[in-house]
């Protein structure tokens, strides 16, 4: 069974930094694109900042020069490093995963579970 774990949450001051990172487990045979998402209440989910297992990244631009995401994949597990945090950022991120469970089989997307950050003085 995949899992998806984040961690790295929590409160932080304006202007303050967080590193949010997710690890995945399981059963998997290739992890492809993974990326952080957000999603404030009443809100759809957005995305923060994707990389591909080649290590190309994409970020929304509202978190460009201040979000920073990368990943170890040897042990599959995507960072996001936050700075100058705004509390309008106050809200749960999500990660992600673009993952094939068996050589042959289908790619699919997985998610975790959140994790809360909470920019507030």
């Known amino acids: 069974q995949v899992q998806l774990v984040e961690s790295g949450g929590g409160l932080v001051q304006p202007g303050g930094s967080l590193r949010l990172s997710c690890a995945v487990s399981g059963r998997i045979r290739s992890i492809y694109d993974m990326g952080w998402y957000r999603q404030a209440p009443g809100k759809q989910r957005e995305l923060v900042a994707r990389?591909?297992?080649?290590?190309?990244?994409n970020y929304a631009d509202s978190v460009k020069g201040r979000f920073t995401i990368s990943r170890d994949n040897a042990k599959n597990t995507v960072y996001l490093q936050m700075n100058s945090l705004k509390p309008e950022e106050t809200t749960v991120y999500y990660c992600?995963?673009?993952?094939?469970?068996?050589?042959?089989?289908?790619?699919?997307?997985?998610w975790g579970q959140g994790t809360q950050v909470t920019v507030s003085s």
């Open positions: 990389i591909t297992s080649g290590g190309f990244t």
């Open positions: 992600n995963a673009d993952l094939r469970v068996v050589q042959g089989g289908p790619r699919a997307e997985y």
